[in-house]
Each structure stands twice: as structure tokens, then as C-alpha cells.
């Protein structure tokens, strides 16, 4: 049942106050015209979709650069664990150093540390442990960690950004002024194709579902723009790309 309601914030109770006060408003007063609503349709619809595609874009590309990231550890997993010289405690403890990058990525991402210096630390305390332990780790072995190393670098780089650098602001604040003044726009003219002697209530009603639908468009947006945060119903599943103990 969460899932119908995930979409509903403060601003769509800033969306319903309008379109009951505007109403009441062009009755009150008799505001009404006849505009062309298709330019004003343009002027949200077209921005409105542009962002949601672009904040669907940004989960896919997210998505796939920590899986390219898991796979890179999944490879410096395979390296430590088939290498013979290493022992078994050995090799738990250099497994579990790789297993903490993905850690504190997830930890970056989900907005538990501010910034990235626990993951640049992870990465150093790896390569400080091959480095001190050279005669368990030969050249080979660090060679093949280093190009996973470079995968798993890329992936976090990616998904950092992506983490960063959101959709374009001032598009998502035009969209969101356009569909705060909307129903001014709107409302004189559904009272004018619907009219004076027909019940008030199916303007309500036309203006109330209008703005519900448009706000609700906007908070999906949103929500996906934001794919770390586990606030909304499509983020991304980040336990799926840290190793389980």
C-alpha cells in the first residue's frame, strides 16, 4: 500500500491548497476565459518528461558502473583466493580489505559519511597490505589485483559522479513554478468550457486532478534522481553490490 502513497509529499499538499483556493477564487469573482491550453501544456509536459528520462538515465548508468565495480572485486576475490602462498587467515583478511571498498562506497552513496575519505583509505589499506607482504603476494599476483583495481576504480568514480552532479536545477525549478501557477492559467478556462450553470465541483475536480498528476510526475522525478537515498520506490538496491558476510 506504501507504494501508492510514496509519491505524495508537501508538495502535493502545496498543489491541492492551490487548486482549491484558485477555484474558489474565479467563481468568487467571475475570472473566466478562453485560452489555447496547449502552449502551457508544452511549457510543462515536454520539460517535465525531459527530466524524468534523464533521471532514468542517470539509475541505469549507476547501476551499471557498480556492477562494473562488483565485478572487480568479484576478480580480486579469485585472485587472493587461488593465490598458494597466502594462507587462509591470510587470505580472509585480504578478502575482507577488498570487501570494504564496496562497503564504504554504499556507505558514501547512502549519505552515512559526508565525504570520500574512509573510501580512499580502503583502497590505500589494500595496497599497503600487498605492499607489506610481498613475499605472499609476488608481482603477478599485485599486477592482476592492480587491473581489477582499475575496473573498481572507474565504477566508484562513475557512480561518485552520478552521486554528485544531479539533473539540471533550473530545469526542475521551472517545472516546478509552471505547475505551482498552473491552475491560474487553467481554471478560467475549464470554467469556461464547463460554465457557469453546470456544478462547480467538476471544476475542482478537473483543476485537483490536473495538478495531482502533474506534481505527482514531478515527485517521481524526484525520487529517481536521487536512486541512493532508499526514499523512493525505484532506488537502487545497494546491498546487492557489497559482499555478504
Same mark, same amino acid.
Given at each position: !500500500?506504501?507504494?501508492?502513497?510514496?509519491?505524495?509529499? &508537501?508538495?502535493?499538499?502545496?498543489?491541492?491548497?492551490?487548486?482549491?483556493?484558485?477555484?474558489?477564487?474565479?467563481?468568487?469573482?467571475?475570472?473566466?476565459? +478562453?485560452?489555447?491550453?496547449?502552449?502551457?501544456?508544452?511549457?510543462?509536459?515536454?520539460? #517535465?518528461?525531459?527530466?524524468?528520462?534523464?533521471?532514468?538515465?542517470?539509475?541505469?548508468?549507476? !547501476?551499471?558502473?557498480?556492477?562494473? !565495480?562488483?565485478?572487480?572485486? @568479484?576478480?580480486?576475490?579469485?585472485? =587472493?583466493?587461488?593465490?598458494?602462498?597466502?594462507?587462509?587467515?591470510?587470505?580472509?583478511?585480504?578478502?575482507?580489505?577488498?570487501?570494504?571498498?564496496?562497503?564504504?562506497? @554504499?556507505?558514501?552513496?547512502?549519505?552515512?559519511?559526508?565525504?570520500?575519505?574512509?573510501?580512499?583509505?580502503? =583502497?590505500?589499506?589494500?595496497?599497503?597490505?600487498?605492499?607489506? +607482504?610481498?613475499?605472499?603476494?609476488?608481482?603477478? @599476483?599485485?599486477?592482476?589485483?592492480?587491473?581489477? #583495481?582499475?575496473?573498481?576504480?572507474?565504477? @566508484?568514480?562513475?557512480?561518485?559522479?552520478?552521486?554528485?552532479?544531479?539533473?539540471?536545477?533550473? #530545469?526542475?525549478?521551472?517545472?516546478?513554478?509552471?505547475?505551482?501557477? =498552473?491552475?491560474?492559467?487553467?481554471?478560467?478556462?475549464?470554467?469556461?468550457?464547463?460554465?457557469?450553470? +453546470?456544478?462547480?465541483?467538476?471544476?475542482?475536480?478537473?483543476?485537483?486532478?490536473?495538478?495531482?498528476?502533474?506534481?505527482? #510526475?514531478?515527485?517521481?522525478?524526484?525520487?529517481?534522481? &536521487?536512486?541512493?537515498?532508499?526514499?523512493?520506490?525505484?532506488?537502487?538496491?545497494?546491498?546487492?553490490?557489497?559482499?555478504?558476510?
Amino acid at each position: !500500500m506504501n507504494q501508492y502513497f510514496s509519491i505524495i509529499n &508537501y508538495r502535493t499538499f502545496y498543489t491541492v491548497i492551490i487548486s482549491i483556493l484558485v477555484p474558489y477564487i474565479c467563481y468568487s469573482y467571475k475570472i473566466i476565459y +478562453n485560452i489555447d491550453l496547449t502552449l502551457i501544456s508544452i511549457a510543462i509536459i515536454f520539460p #517535465l518528461v525531459f527530466a524524468i528520462r534523464g533521471a532514468f538515465k542517470r539509475r541505469e548508468k549507476a !547501476m551499471e558502473h557498480l556492477s562494473k !565495480m562488483k565485478s572487480g572485486l @568479484v576478480g580480486i576475490h579469485y585472485t =587472493f583466493h587461488g593465490n598458494a602462498k597466502m594462507t587462509a587467515e591470510e587470505k580472509t583478511k585480504a578478502i575482507g580489505l577488498t570487501n570494504a571498498i564496496a562497503d564504504r562506497l @554504499v556507505e558514501h552513496l547512502e549519505g552515512t559519511t559526508k565525504d570520500r575519505s574512509q573510501l580512499d583509505d580502503a =583502497f590505500t589499506q589494500l595496497i599497503e597490505y600487498m605492499d607489506e +607482504n610481498t613475499d605472499k603476494v609476488s608481482n603477478s @599476483v599485485k599486477a592482476k589485483v592492480y587491473g581489477f #583495481l582499475q575496473k573498481v576504480h572507474e565504477g @566508484v568514480e562513475n557512480s561518485i559522479a552520478i552521486h554528485i552532479h544531479r539533473t539540471p536545477i533550473s #530545469l526542475k525549478a521551472y517545472c516546478k513554478i509552471f505547475i505551482y501557477i =498552473f491552475p491560474l492559467i487553467y481554471t478560467p478556462t475549464i470554467i469556461n468550457k464547463i460554465g457557469l450553470d +453546470n456544478p462547480a465541483w467538476l471544476t475542482y475536480f478537473v483543476v485537483l486532478l490536473s495538478e495531482f498528476i502533474l506534481i505527482s #510526475l514531478y515527485n517521481i522525478q524526484d525520487d529517481m534522481e &536521487y536512486p541512493f537515498d532508499h526514499q523512493g520506490l525505484d532506488d537502487i538496491k545497494l546491498d546487492a553490490f557489497q559482499f555478504k558476510k
